[in-house]
């Protein structure tokens, strides 16, 4: 008993390695992507950087959630862990902007099975209130990398080299498959045949596919109301019509319907989406308005992000720890509440906001991503069972990868419209009109927050979510 307790320590620290390298990579991609812009050549596709990794990791989340319900959990993180540190080593030997953007879709490949495996494996682990604590604290995780990423990026990038920020998720990645390698003994049903549906993941690879390269480029590349655009529009409700229709026909569906049939899920994987496009937004923004329109070195910038880094994790475990005693519902609608209040501030900021704005926003955001996200990943998964709790997990990865893949693509536009629109290459004031373009970002980050908080409003009732348990778990 004693050498099992043991074990599952042992899983549980692999699995908060394996998240923290994942969960680290956006805030440590941002705060160094400046200099990697200087290097590289490249602003107009900063874009990519961040959208490639959403995306490979959106599409291949709910294959890899699905396979991990069909073959078992071990080998998908496996197989995820050695995706993701070689393409991590990949874009540390970067030369191109078009070279980082093919090998960050790599490590979107891998952090696909990294995300949903991690949190299905500790689901399977620890049962109903523990549950609700270990995913508390694997959710802080987000803001343990919110504090690392940019301090860590900032060091590279000032004293090394900016590649260190892809080189370092070796060793670190090498330690968690170490660790699940010895120590994670699983048992489970073998099925004697398996149907993978690759026609399903297909279509949604291609749908999504569609949609980012529209949102990324029109505006840019060609106008929007061009031939292009509309092909593009059409290509992803063509594509996503198509994936729905093939989910209700294959055996073992990618995304089962019946997932989202479940009022608790539905409403819960919506909250994530749209809580997720608020992250990044702040991710990538935030340092950019502090390193180029304040000319403050990128160490600085992590360093004014910091608060963000204690405000998520102690949110996060307070909500584990008493959402069963305040509800659940009442728990995320804090969360939800906390997160429109922080877009209220961003939508504010201006060129002489003080410095405590930056550090009151980061706190409020952080206590609502805390209180947003627990209870929405320990409601998905005490939906379901054993055999769909991967899929589950999968479509709340899915969910928070989408938020972040479409959200940077919107965002994106609304920036590079902006900066097209002021004409900056004319010699105009380069810092009044990067504000402007940043400052409509976080206008529509407003908007997402109160759409967010109206959509936790519709969360059910915690006595039904209690029922629904208990009629699982029976």
């Known amino acids: 008993m004693s050498n099992k307790k043991t074990n599952r320590k042992l899983v549980t620290i692999a699995m908060l390695v394996a998240i923290l390298i994942v969960a680290i990579d956006v805030t440590i991609v941002s ?60 874009s540390g030997l970067s030369q191109t902007m078009m070279q980082l953007i093919i090998f960050r879709a790599i490590q979107g490949i891998g952090a696909g099975a990294v995300m949903p495996i991690t949190f299905t494996i500790i689901g399977d682990l620890y049962p109903g209130e523990e549950r609700a604590k270990m995913q508390g604290m694997f959710s802080s995780v987000w803001g343990i990398a919110g504090l690392l990423g940019p301090l860590v990026g900032g060091f590279f990038v000032d004293q090394i080299s900016w590649r260190w920020i892809f080189f370092i998720n070796l060793p670190i990645g090498l330690v968690s498959l170490l660790l699940i390698t010895i120590c994670f003994h699983e048992s489970f049903d073998k099925k004697t045949s398996h149907s993978i549906d690759y026609f399903g993941a297909a279509a949604f690879t291609l749908g999504l596919s569609s949609l980012l390269y529209v949102l990324l480029n029109a505006g840019q590349s060609f106008a929007w109301n061009s031939a292009p655009v509309y092909a593009l529009f059409a290509a992803f409700v063509i594509f996503m019509v198509l994936f729905s229709y093939l989910e209700t026909r294959v055996d073992e569906p990618m995304l089962p319907p019946s997932l989202f049939r479940i009022p608790v899920i539905l409403v819960s994987n919506l909250v994530t989406l749209l809580a997720s496009s608020v992250v990044i937004a702040v991710n990538v923004y935030l340092p950019m308005w502090i390193q ?20 998520w994790p102690l949110g996060a475990a307070l909500a584990g720890r008493y959402m069963y005693q305040v509800g659940s519902k009442r728990t995320a609608v804090i969360g939800t509440i906390l997160v429109t209040l922080g ?20 706190i409020v955001i952080g206590f609502g991503m805390g209180y947003a996200m ?34 940077i693509a919107v965002f994106g536009t609304i920036f590079n419209n902006a900066l097209s629109a002021e004409k900056i290459s004319s010699g105009g004031n380069t810092a ?39 009629s699982v778990a029976n």
Do not use: E
Not at 294 to 311: D, Q, R, V, Y
């Open 31 to 90: 705060t160094a992507m400046p200099k990697v812009v200087r290097d590289l050549h490249g602003l107009s596709l900063i874009s990519w950087v961040f959208a490639i990794y959403t995306l490979t990791t959106s599409v291949t989340t709910p294959i890899y959630g699905k396979i991990a319900d069909l073959f078992g959990r071990k080998k998908v993180f496996i197989i995820g862990v050695i995706l993701f540190i070689g393409g991590s080593v990949l």
């Open 292 to 311: 180029t329109i304040l000319g403050k070195s990128a160490t600085s910038s992590g360093l004014t992000l910091m608060p963000i880094s204690f405000a």
């Open 343 to 362: 877009g209220i501030w961003l939508a504010a900021l201006s060129l002489g906001s003080p410095y405590w704005y930056f550090v009151g926003i980061m």
């Open 374 to 407: 627990t209870p929405t990943t320990v409601l998905v998964q005490s939906a379901v069972g054993w055999s769909m709790r991967g899929a589950a997990t999968a479509s709340n990865m899915l969910m928070r990868s989408v938020g972040q893949t479409v959200g």
């Open 432 to 470: 009044v009109h990067m504000a402007h373009g940043i400052h409509l970002v976080f206008i529509c980050v407003f908007f997402i927050g109160i759409a967010t908080l109206i959509a936790s409003l519709l969360l059910p009732s915690h006595q039904k979510v209690v029922a629904q348990q208990k």
